[in-house]
C-alpha cells in the first residue's frame, strides 16, 4: 500500500468497454488492487452497448478485434464471422467479464459527474450522477473516443411528427419495415445502416454531405482453415500484429504505389478490392496510399471508376463521386454503391441541396423539395476525444480543470496521462496511436497497469506526467500528421466534424509498432517523462 489515506477504492475505473473490462481485470484481479468500474449505461460494452442500429458490426476483421489476452475465451467461442456483429461484440465482452468475475465490481447505470483532485491529500474524490460520493487513489479514464453524439443543427427538428434517432442511441424497439426513412451521414456508421436498412424500408432518402470512399468488406464468413490456422499459429499472429503499423492483422504493403507499373497497381488494387476490409485497402496494397499525393489519387481513382461502373444514373454516380483525398478513416461494407440502384433507395447531395428544415412531415431541402419521413436517422458521428470528457467535470491540481488545461488543444503524454492531473490515467486519450483501436487499448491497458504496479510496488503515490513530456509528445504527433494527408481533409479523426472547429491533432499517427516500442523504452527507463513520487504536492515538479 503505497500511501496511508484510507479511501474506498485504491481505483476507480470510469466505463466499461473493451478498455474498462480489461483494466478492472488487470488491476483487480492481477495487481489485486481494490477496485470499481462505472458505467452510465444499463450493460457493458461501451460502444457495442451503445450503438445497436440495424447493421451495426466492427469493420475491423474480428480475429484482431477482440482481446489477445484470452485465448481461452476465443477457444469456447464458435467464431466465424470475419466482421463481429454488434450483438456478438456485446455478448463476447460479456462473457470476458463472466469468466474473469469480474460483474461484482462493475456498476452499471451511474455516470460519473465530477472527479477533483485533492491537492493535499493525494486521492480523487468521484461524484456520481445519483450523488453518491467515492474517494480512490487512481483514476483510469475508459471513456472511449466516440461517445458524444453529435447531432446536426436542424431548423423546425422539434416540429418533426416522426422518430428522429442518433445510431449511437437506438431504441430497441424501434422497427423501420415498410417505412419512409431519412439518414444523415455516409461515415463507417451510415454506409452499414444504408446497405442494412434499405432491404426492409419502403423508402430510404440519404442526406450525403460528403460523398465517401467505400470499399466491400469482402466474404462474410471465413473458413475452417482459417480458423485451424489463426489457433495453431496464435501467438506468432499476435506477435507480428503487434509490430506493424495499424494492428488490423495483415500484412501491410511494403512497396509504394507509383515504383510500380500502372498495371500492377490496377492488379494490387483490384486484389484487395476482392478480398475486402477498408484498412486493407489503405494500408495493405501499398505503403504510402496515406501520404503519397500521387498514390493517394491512384488508390482514389481506382474507386472512383469502381463507383462509375457500378452505379446505374449516371447523376446518382455523379454525386456518389469524391473528389477530395482519400484520406479519412477507411471504410467498407459489402454492396454500398449497389444500393443506389435500388428503387427504394433516393440520394440527396447536401452541398448541392442543403437542408433547409424541417416540417412535421419530413425535410424540406433547398429546391422546395418536401422529403416525407417517418424516421430521421442522424449517422452524423461523434465529438471525439473532448466530447467524451466534457461530460465530466474532472479537475486536477488547484482545481484547474482539464477543460481549462485543453482550451487550446487536447493533449496528453503518450494518450495515457497529463500533467497537473496525477493519476488520472487514461485510456485513449488525445493522441493515443491511430490502429486497431482494440489493440491500442489491450496496448495502453497493459503499460498503464505496469506503471501502476511499478508505483505500487515502490511505494509511490502519485504519477505525473510532466508538462515538457507532454509538450514534446504533442509537438510530435503534429509532426507525423503532418507527414501525412489525414490533416488535408475534415473528418472526425481531427475534430473538425463538428461546427466551428478546426483540424487539430487527436491521434500519434507513427503506428502501432513504434508506439509500442515508445512506450518499452519509456517503462525501461524508469517511466521517463513521469514524475513518480510520494512528496507532498506542491513538491511535484
Ligand atoms: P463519422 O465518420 O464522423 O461520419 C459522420 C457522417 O455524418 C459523415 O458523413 C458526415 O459528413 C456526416 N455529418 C456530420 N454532421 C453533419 C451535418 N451537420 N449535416 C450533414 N451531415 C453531417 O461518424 P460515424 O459514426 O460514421 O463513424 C465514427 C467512427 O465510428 C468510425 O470511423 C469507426 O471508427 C466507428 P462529412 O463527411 O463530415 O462531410
Redesign the pocket.
Known amino acids: 500500500m503505497a500511501t496511508n489515506i484510507k479511501t474506498d477504492f485504491d481505483a476507480i475505473v470510469i466505463g466499461t468497454g473493451i478498455a474498462g473490462i480489461y483494466m478492472l481485470h488487470k488491476l483487480r484481479n492481477e495487481l489485486g488492487l481494490k477496485v470499481r468500474a462505472f458505467d452510465k449505461a444499463g450493460g457493458v460494452g461501451g460502444?457495442w452497448y451503445w450503438?445497436q442500429y440495424p447493421g451495426a458490426r466492427?469493420?475491423t476483421e474480428s480475429f484482431f478485434y477482440r482481446y489477445s489476452f484470452d485465448k481461452e475465451t476465443f477457444d469456447g467461442w464458435d467464431w466465424r464471422n470475419r466482421y463481429a456483429h454488434q450483438p456478438e461484440m456485446r455478448a463476447y465482452l460479456n462473457a470476458i467479464v463472466e469468466r474473469h468475475h469480474l460483474g461484482g465490481d462493475i456498476q452499471l447505470n451511474t455516470g460519473i459527474h465530477s472527479v477533483v483532485f485533492d491537492d493535499a491529500r493525494h486521492i480523487w474524490t468521484l461524484t456520481t450522477d445519483k450523488g453518491e460520493v467515492f474517494t480512490a487513489r487512481y483514476v483510469v479514464s475508459a471513456v472511449g473516443?466516440?461517445s458524444k453524439t453529435?447531432?446536426?443543427?436542424?431548423k423546425g427538428r422539434e416540429t418533426f411528427r416522426g422518430e428522429l434517432v442518433h445510431?449511437?442511441g437506438w431504441p430497441a424497439d424501434l422497427k423501420l419495415e415498410g417505412k419512409r426513412v431519412g439518414i444523415?451521414?455516409?461515415?463507417?456508421?451510415?454506409?452499414?445502416f444504408i446497405c442494412a436498412a434499405a432491404k426492409t424500408v419502403k423508402q430510404l432518402t440519404v442526406?450525403?454531405?460528403?460523398a465517401?470512399y467505400c470499399v466491400p468488406a469482402g466474404p462474410d464468413r471465413v473458413s475452417d482453415e482459417y480458423v485451424a490456422d489463426y489457433k495453431a499459429n496464435y501467438e506468432q499472429i499476435w506477435d507480428k500484429l503487434r509490430t506493424t503499423r495499424i494492428g488490423c492483422g495483415f500484412d501491410e504493403g511494403a512497396v509504394s504505389a507509383m515504383s510500380v507499373s500502372a498495371e500492377e497497381r490496377q492488379r494490387v488494387f483490384q486484389e484487395h478490392w476482392d478480398i475486402g476490409n477498408g484498412f486493407r485497402f489503405m494500408f495493405g496494397t501499398f505503403s504510402d496510399i496515406a501520404v503519397d499525393p500521387a498514390a493517394n489519387d491512384a488508390a482514389a481513382d481506382f474507386i472512383r471508376a469502381k463507383i462509375k461502373e457500378i452505379v446505374k444514373d449516371t447523376e446518382t454516380a455523379r454525386k456518389l463521386t469524391p473528389t477530395d483525398l482519400y484520406a479519412?478513416?477507411p471504410?467498407c461494407i459489402n454492396g454500398y454503391y449497389e444500393t443506389y440502384n435500388r428503387d427504394n433507395v433516393t440520394l440527396v447531395s447536401?452541398k448541392e441541396n442543403p437542408?433547409k428544415e424541417m416540417t412535421p412531415n419530413g425535410v424540406i431541402t433547398e429546391d422546395g423539395v418536401e422529403h416525407e419521413l417517418d424516421v430521421l436517422v442522424?449517422?452524423?458521428?461523434?465529438e471525439?476525444v473532448e466530447g467524451s470528457y466534457g461530460q465530466m467535470d474532472i479537475r486536477g491540481r488547484r482545481g484547474e480543470s482539464l477543460q481549462q488545461h485543453w482550451k487550446d488543444e487536447p493533449s496528453s503524454y503518450l494518450g495515457i496521462a497529463t500533467s497537473g492531473f496525477p493519476n488520472l490515467l487514461m485510456i485513449l486519450g488525445p493522441n493515443s496511436v491511430f490502429s486497431n483501436?482494440a489493440a491500442g487499448i489491450e496496448t495502453q491497458v497493459e503499460w498503464v497497469a505496469e506503471m501502476i504496479g511499478a508505483a505500487e510496488s515502490g511505494s509511490k503515490s502519485l504519477i505525473e506526467a510532466t508538462r515538457s513530456a507532454e509538450d514534446e509528445w504533442t509537438a510530435t504527433c503534429k509532426e507525423i500528421a503532418n507527414y501525412t494527408l489525414f490533416p488535408q481533409v475534415?473528418?472526425?479523426?481531427f475534430g473538425?466534424?463538428?461546427?466551428g472547429k478546426s483540424n487539430r491533432v487527436l491521434f500519434y499517427f507513427g503506428g502501432l509498432g513504434a508506439y509500442r516500442q515508445r512506450l518499452r523504452e519509456i517503462a525501461d527507463a524508469d517511466y521517463d517523462g513521469f514524475v513518480m513520487d510520494s512528496k507532498p504536492s506542491s513538491m511535484v515538479a
Do not use: H, M
Not at 378 to 382: S, Y
Open positions: 460502444t450503438n466492427s469493420d473516443v466516440l453529435n447531432y446536426p443543427e436542424i445510431t449511437s444523415i451521414g455516409t461515415g463507417s456508421t451510415g454506409v452499414q442526406f450525403q454531405r460528403s465517401q479519412k478513416r471504410v447536401l437542408i442522424c449517422a452524423t458521428g461523434f471525439c483501436l475534415k473528418s472526425w479523426i473538425a466534424n463538428i461546427p
